[in-house]
């Protein structure tokens, strides 16, 4: 059962005219630079709180990833390090876009599951990419996940859904700054099926049931990207907190 509450009464959290402009932009920036390849956008739920569980490949993934889901019917709010909030000019849009800063490594690292939660509670798509960065997979696979993502869809009871895509590293690889358009490349991205996560409900306050759950989602994830690779994943994923993994 969810412990949302309602919060038809709070004040927006941010300007419809500046989510339109950043819709009629980016969607203008993508649809020209971009061969884009979709699927499985009957499987993003049209309204109501819903989290996008997707694998982080690219400073760039924001951009496809964006206009799919607004092609889904959703305005995504993605969840972003707070460093981006400081950015002249890029910090006033995303904040006025409605967009959570994520303060990784310290004492306010909380406030954005808890402000992720408020935004669910009032009907949002929240973007988390769980690997917390771009892989470090050296054949771009996804890694391990963070358990952020599972401790807000138990806490909520929101559906989860698992999002790939395939292609924006060939655009602007890890480390890279300036991308590579030309010639004009293909982005692939797929919605699948919830995850379920029934066997752990209301057990956000575990430690097992949070990584166990944080498995399942990647597990999802990860049969998606290998359908778009055509390939099979790896048995084990990358753990980049682990020496001999």
Wanted: charged share 20%.
């Amino acid at each position: 059962m969810s412990t949302i509450n309602t919060a038809a009464t709070k004040a927006r959290a941010y300007s419809p005219s500046w989510r339109l402009a950043s819709v009629i932009v980016l969607r203008s920036l993508v649809h020209a630079l971009i061969r884009n390849k979709w699927g499985g956008r009957e499987n993003v739920p049209g309204s109501g709180g819903v989290i996008l569980a997707v694998n982080h490949l690219s400073y760039l993934d924001f951009a496809p990833d964006g206009v799919f889901f607004h092609s889904c019917g959703r305005y995504p709010v993605f969840m972003i390090k707070a460093s981006a909030f400081e950015v002249k000019g890029i910090g006033g849009f995303l904040r006025k876009a409605g967009q959570v800063p994520v303060y990784r490594g310290s004492s306010d690292a909380a406030l954005a599951l808890s402000e992720a939660e408020e935004r669910l509670a009032e009907g949002a798509a929240v973007v988390f990419y769980p690997e917390g960065t771009t892989t470090l997979d050296r054949d771009w696979w996804p890694m391990a996940a963070r358990t952020g993502v599972a401790r807000l869809a138990l806490a909520t009871g929101v559906p989860v859904i698992p999002v790939a895509h395939w292609g924006t590293q060939d655009i602007v690889p890890f480390g890279g700054k300036v991308p590579r358009l030309f010639p004009r490349k293909t982005v692939h991205v797929v919605a699948g099926c919830p995850v379920d996560l029934s066997r752990w409900a209301g057990q956000q306050d575990s430690a097992k049931a949070l990584r166990a759950a944080t498995d399942a989602i990647m597990a999802q994830l990860t049969e998606l990207v290998g359908q778009l690779r055509g390939e099979t994943p790896p048995s084990v994923p990358h753990d980049p907190r682990n020496p001999a993994g």
